[in-house]
């Protein structure tokens, strides 16, 4: 059988660059040791990365279309299509240079779309460019007409575009401002609003008349706030209806027009690390009268009750969504679950609690006509197994004694659905060996792929196995989930297999049962997929303080830099490898990401004992070194002291004295999310006491690294240091 690990060695030629000629070497010579896999085909870290990606799923407002991005080894492109129009690519990105297609608005007629191109930002605040383009990469909009052959039209720079109600302009933000481009003359952009905050939430009211936005303000190192803003086309007026103390977010105007209703939150955010289960200062929903410009509350929780915080979104922050007969609905914890609810808006005060249960709910769309609510839900039908899943379930609700209705079933994931104007609905879907893809869903739960022939030829999903779901405690008595991935490969007899432990970052996060719909943990799914491959036994455990399970679960007590109690769950699962008769414990290792590589790097400097080898991406290390510490340090200057102590004290930092486990640390120095210092400061202490440390620095990379190679060639050195240290 012929050799198949040549991409691997390639891969790792490619970060000379990153790295000193020596370690490019010494990374070379690691790949060339990883063993050849008996039984199933052997692949590469290229091939387990090599389907597409998609993302950015939106549905148009006349007929039955959908477009939506896929990322296919970093080339990024848009597409389109529908139950009855196959689908089609209307952009030709052929290169992996980093710049995505985000932020996608259709136009009222449904005949183009205006989609963000272009990089994230980085830490120096600019777009980034790790692919080192010799060329200015802004942030852009673009118009894609959907006519074949039609050519792009680029309106400039700025972001967040959303067209004008003819279709015939776009508005969009460029450097906090509001502006205004024709399609056909972008040369004649303009600001069209002048207001002293940054503008986001861009939103059109149906008939065309005014833009809402939300107007963030901040004066030098003071806490921002925010004002709802109204901006008149016709009058060109700017107004702020009902400006308060509080925060203003995600305006909504109803279908006809005539109320416009947003979220206000308390002003002082509440304690990062801290149990935010309830507040003395609730959320509330305002609603205008937008004829008399009359603003009243809606709904507000009560105080210091379960539900009185904003809950957390899987897919993003919260919103309001306008149903039948103009009743509003929205997101709330009320019982504890991130659950939907119904209020109305003319005047009755009862609230119908939509879909009660044990269970989360997520990505709720609503169809035109203000009736069919499909939402994606890890709602328990069978047995546990769906808790670490999605499906969708549909309710009408216009029907007072409607019930939620499961829609669609099975072992795979489905999440974000869309209902198109003629109530075509599609979804994001994907199961244990197949990433995110754009299906179609019948009204019998039915699922067809928009484009089945997107997964190349070389992709290694019959060779993948199905995780299995596995509970266990943890030492202080947190009920666990986790996904356990079990090589295939038969064992000689008395031998043992070497385990690595994985843990997610965020750390809102979950992990499933099969690929999830986040591209970051996409593509650790498919690491773990891979490192199976290689003879592993893979454990990702879902830790305290991530999502699914429910709020007391994510509010976790002690969290982070205020003591670090989620660390306890890593033991637990460690502990669970131990108790595994086929597993050497003397070979666990363990990996992660972000939170996942801070609780990594707590793992080998508490307890090298029990992790024999570490690789940590852009963990952090000292919880004093990140930007957001002013969000828990607070209190006098006594008291910060304390928390700073007790900061360092919950960090790998500050047990490092008894850290001797080789490491492989990567990062980008371009990172937003977490300061690069906080590796080069680990890798310096480390290396004094004579921990042997390994490093892959990406120059100019961000957080979740923008460049498929880099995700390639990070993973190929996670796998190889991983053969190396443990010899699976």
């Given at each position: 059988?012929?050799?198949?690990?040549a991409g691997a060695v390639t891969g790792a030629a490619r970060i000379l660059v990153c790295m000193g000629f020596s370690r490019a070497i010494w990374l070379a010579s690691l790949v060339s040791v990883v063993p050849h896999v008996h039984g199933a085909r052997p692949f590469t870290v290229e091939e387990a990365l090599s389907?597409?990606?998609?993302?950015?799923?939106?549905?148009?407002?006349?007929?039955?279309?959908?477009?939506?991005?896929?990322?296919?080894?970093?080339?990024?492109?848009?597409?389109?299509?529908?139950?009855?129009?196959?689908?089609?690519?209307?952009?030709?990105?052929?290169?992996?240079?980093?710049?995505?297609?985000?932020?996608?608005?259709?136009?009222?007629?449904?005949?183009?779309?205006?989609?963000t191109y272009g990089a994230e930002m980085g830490a120096d605040g600019k777009p980034a460019n790790p692919a080192h383009l010799q060329r200015p990469t802004p942030l852009e909009v673009v118009v894609q007409p959907l006519a074949r052959d039609a050519k792009a039209v680029v309106i400039g720079e700025g972001h967040a575009?959303?067209?004008?109600?003819?279709?015939?302009?776009?508005?969009?933000?460029?450097?906090?401002?509001?502006?205004?481009?024709?399609?056909?003359?972008?040369?004649?952009?303009?600001?069209?609003?002048?207001?002293?905050?940054?503008?986001?939430?861009?939103?059109?009211?149906?008939?065309?008349?005014?833009?809402?936005?939300?107007?963030?303000?901040?004066?030098?190192?003071?806490?921002?706030?925010?004002?709802?803003?109204?901006?008149?086309?016709?009058?060109?007026?700017?107004?702020?209806?009902?400006?308060?103390?509080?925060?203003?977010?995600?305006?909504?105007?109803?279908?006809?027009?005539?109320?416009?209703?947003?979220?206000?939150?308390?002003?002082?955010?509440?304690?990062?690390?801290?149990?935010?289960?309830?507040?003395?200062?609730?959320?509330?929903?305002?609603?205008?009268?937008?004829?008399?410009?009359?603003?009243?509350?809606?709904?507000?929780?009560?105080?210091?009750?379960?539900?009185?915080?904003?809950?957390?979104?899987?897919?993003?922050?919260?919103?309001?969504?306008?149903?039948?007969?103009?009743?509003?609905?929205?997101?709330?914890?009320?019982?504890?679950?991130?659950?939907?609810?119904?209020?109305?808006?003319?005047?009755?005060?009862?609230?119908?609690?939509?879909?009660?249960?044990?269970?989360?709910?997520?990505?709720?769309?609503?169809?035109?006509?203000?009736?069919?609510?499909?939402?994606?839900?890890?709602?328990?039908?069978?047995?546990?197994?769906?808790?670490?899943?999605?499906?969708?379930?549909?309710?009408?609700?216009?029907?007072?004694?409607?019930?939620?209705?499961?829609?669609?079933?099975?072992?795979?994931?489905?999440?974000?659905?869309?209902?198109?104007?003629?109530?075509?609905?599609?979804?994001?879907?994907?199961?244990?060996?197949?990433?995110?893809?754009?299906?179609?869903?019948?009204?019998?739960?039915?699922?067809?792929?928009?484009?089945?022939?997107?997964?190349?030829?070389?992709?290694?999903?019959?060779?993948?196995?199905?995780?299995?779901?596995?509970?266990?405690?943890?030492?202080?008595?947190?009920?666990?989930?986790?996904?356990?991935?079990?090589?295939?490969?038969?064992?000689?007899?008395?031998?043992?297999?070497?385990?690595?432990?994985?843990?997610?970052?965020?750390?809102?996060?979950?992990?499933?049962?099969?690929?999830?719909?986040?591209?970051?943990?996409?593509?650790?799914?498919?690491?773990?997929?891979?490192?199976?491959?290689?003879?592993?036994?893979?454990?990702?455990?879902?830790?305290?303080?991530?999502?699914?399970?429910?709020?007391?679960?994510?509010?976790?007590?002690?969290?982070?830099?205020?003591?670090?109690?989620?660390?306890?769950?890593?033991?637990?699962?460690?502990?669970?490898?131990?108790?595994?008769?086929?597993?050497?414990?003397?070979?666990?290792?363990?990996?992660?990401?972000?939170?996942?590589?801070?609780?990594?790097?707590?793992?080998?400097?508490?307890?090298?004992?029990?992790?024999?080898?570490?690789?940590?991406?852009?963990?952090?290390?000292?919880?004093?070194?990140?930007?957001?510490?002013?969000?828990?340090?607070?209190?006098?200057?006594?008291?910060?002291?304390?928390?700073?102590?007790?900061?360092?004290?919950?960090?790998?930092?500050?047990?490092?004295?008894?850290?001797?486990?080789?490491?492989?640390?990567?990062?980008?120095?371009?990172?937003?999310?977490?300061?690069?210092?906080?590796?080069?400061?680990?890798?310096?202490?480390?290396?004094?006491?004579?921990?042997?440390?390994?490093?892959?620095?990406?120059?100019?990379?961000?957080?979740?690294?923008?460049?498929?190679?880099?995700?390639?060639?990070?993973?190929?050195?996670?796998?190889?240091?991983?053969?190396?240290?443990?010899?699976?």
């Open positions: 059988m012929r050799l198949r690990w389907a597409p990606y998609a993302s950015e799923l939106r549905a148009s407002p006349v007929g039955g279309l959908f477009a939506w991005v896929e990322n296919a080894e970093g080339r990024r492109n848009l597409y389109v299509g529908g139950a009855k129009q196959p689908a089609r690519e209307l952009t030709h990105n052929t290169a992996d240079d980093a710049q995505d297609i985000t932020q996608l608005a259709w136009a009222p007629n449904g005949a183009a779309m205006a989609y575009p959303v067209f004008s109600h003819d279709g015939g302009s776009v508005y969009f933000v460029r450097e906090g401002q509001i502006w205004v481009a024709r399609a056909a003359a972008p040369a004649e952009a303009h600001q069209m609003v002048f207001d002293r905050g940054s503008a986001s939430q861009l939103t059109l009211s149906p008939d065309g008349r005014l833009l809402a936005f939300i107007s963030r303000r901040s004066e030098h190192d003071a806490p921002s706030h925010s004002f709802l803003a109204l901006y008149d086309l016709q009058t060109h007026a700017l107004t702020f209806p009902a400006p308060s103390t509080g925060d203003d977010l995600a305006p909504a105007f109803s279908p006809d027009g005539k109320r416009i209703a947003w979220l206000r939150a308390p002003f002082v955010p509440l304690r990062e690390f801290g149990a935010n289960r309830m507040s003395a200062n609730p959320w509330s929903i305002q609603m205008e009268e937008l004829a008399t410009g009359v603003t009243r509350t809606v709904f507000s929780p009560e105080p210091n009750k379960p539900g009185s915080v904003l809950p957390h979104l899987a897919e993003g922050g919260p919103r309001l969504i306008f149903a039948a007969d103009g009743a509003i609905d929205f997101y709330s914890e009320a019982d504890g679950w991130v659950h939907l609810y119904e209020v109305p808006t003319d005047g009755a005060p009862e609230t119908a609690w939509l879909t009660p249960g044990r269970f989360e709910t997520e990505g709720a769309a609503v169809g035109p006509e203000g009736r069919r609510l499909i939402y994606s839900s890890n709602e328990v039908a069978a047995d546990l197994l769906d808790v670490d899943r999605r499906h969708l379930w549909e309710l009408d609700l216009k029907r007072a004694d409607s019930v939620p209705v499961q829609l669609t079933h099975g072992d795979g994931m489905e999440t974000n659905p869309q209902i198109a104007a003629d109530g075509t609905v599609a979804a994001l879907v994907a199961d244990a060996r197949t990433p995110m893809h754009v299906a179609i869903i019948g009204s019998d739960g039915s699922i067809t792929a928009m484009r089945p022939k997107a997964i190349p030829a070389g992709y290694p999903g019959g060779e993948m196995v199905t995780p299995k779901q596995v509970l266990f405690r943890s030492s202080d008595g947190m009920h666990l989930h986790g996904q356990l991935f079990l090589p295939t490969q038969p064992l000689a007899a008395g031998a043992k297999r070497a385990a690595i432990v994985f843990v997610h970052g965020g750390p809102n996060r979950q992990m499933m049962l099969g690929y999830t719909g986040m591209d970051y943990y996409s593509n650790a799914y498919a690491m773990n997929q891979y490192l199976t491959s290689l003879g592993f036994v893979v454990l990702s455990v879902n830790y305290r303080c991530g999502i699914g399970y429910g709020m007391d679960f994510r509010e976790c007590e002690r969290a982070g830099a205020m003591g670090g109690t989620e660390y306890n769950d890593v033991l637990a699962a460690a502990q669970y490898l131990h108790e595994m008769p086929d597993v050497d414990a003397k070979r666990i290792g363990i990996w992660g990401g972000s939170y996942g590589g801070y609780l990594t790097a707590l793992a080998l400097a508490r307890n090298s004992d029990l992790f024999a080898a570490g690789v940590d991406f852009h963990g952090v290390h000292d919880w004093n070194l990140e930007d957001n510490a002013a969000d828990w340090k607070q209190g006098s200057y006594a008291e910060r002291d304390a928390i700073a102590a007790k900061a360092l004290a919950s960090s790998p930092l500050g047990s490092v004295e008894h850290w001797t486990s080789p490491v492989l640390l990567i990062h980008g120095d371009n990172d937003p999310d977490v300061a690069y210092a906080e590796t080069p400061i680990l890798a310096e202490k480390l290396r004094a006491q004579g921990v042997p440390v390994q490093e892959l620095i990406f120059p100019d990379e961000l957080h979740g690294f923008l460049l498929h190679k880099d995700w390639v060639a990070a993973y190929e050195a996670a796998a190889a240091f991983f053969v190396r240290t443990l010899k699976p």
